[in-house]
């Protein structure tokens, strides 16, 4: 599509259980970036992909968030046991042309993952 | 490390006046690349530039105009004559090449424009 597609638009979660996010890049774009935005300010980077290869995961707490981009499918992104502090609006975006090059993001609407 | 710094955290201008907001950033890249994007009261974030580290020009879409100085590492925005539909959080964003490309944000300039 012509957006970055992003569903749902809120989730309401009890703490400890499960999230799941998705995200459908604009077709055409090969790079999927996952940040979560909190305090209405603050951006925090999780992960990008590469198509569905995982290219940068420096952001991501890894002990219960994870992500995936398979073929033919929207990417994801799963926290397991949600903690308070993980109500955030998450922001997928995506761009095409080179890692690293001057292409600019282009976001989706988010979803705000609320944590009660 | 990258560092981007917006130190106004909310201007209040009335309609039709001139604002500008700053920009502060920090790299060690030489190539790197900075962008500015705008999130309304709706929430979305909206791409409104970009600029190459390699290109000084400063550039103008309508009512917006940017200013990129390399020397002193800023890349101001201005809006002329603002107008209450630009009322939104603006945030300033850099990417370096060495850096996977993820997009290094301030912490946003909350713009209120008034009648």
């Known amino acids: 599509g012509e957006e970055v597609a992003q569903t749902p638009k809120h989730l309401v979660r009890g703490e400890g259980q499960k999230a799941k996010l998705y995200c459908a890049p604009i077709?055409?774009?090969?790079?999927v970036f996952w940040y979560q935005q909190v305090l209405k300010n603050e951006f925090k980077f999780l992960i990008s992909?590469?198509?569905?290869?995982?290219?940068?995961e420096t952001g991501m707490p890894k002990e219960r968030f994870s992500a995936k981009c398979l073929p033919n499918s929207p990417c994801s992104l799963e926290i397991q046991a949600t903690k308070l502090e993980d109500s955030a609006v998450y922001f997928c975006?995506?761009?095409?042309?080179?890692?690293?090059?001057?292409?600019?993001?282009?976001f989706g609407d988010g979803t705000r993952l609320s944590i009660l | 490390a990258q560092k981007v710094t917006q130190a106004q955290t909310e201007i209040s201008v009335v309609e039709k006046e001139d604002v500008t907001l700053d920009c502060v950033y920090e790299t060690r890249d030489t190539t790197y690349y900075l962008f500015w994007y705008k999130q309304p009261p709706s929430g979305e974030l909206v791409f409104l530039i970009r600029r190459n580290s390699f290109d000084e020009q400063n550039e103008i879409s309508g009512r917006y105009s940017w200013n990129f100085q390399k020397s002193t590492s800023s890349f101001n925005f201005t809006i002329t004559a603002s107008q209450v539909v630009d009322s939104a959080v603006y945030f300033c964003a850099l990417r370096t090449t060495g850096t996977a490309s993820k997009l290094t944000f301030g912490t946003g300039t909350r713009l209120q424009v008034t009648l």
């Open positions: 975006a995506s761009s095409q042309g080179e890692l690293g090059g001057n292409q600019p993001q282009h």
């Open positions: 992909f590469q198509n569905e290869n995982v290219f940068d």
């Open positions: 077709k055409g774009h090969s790079y």
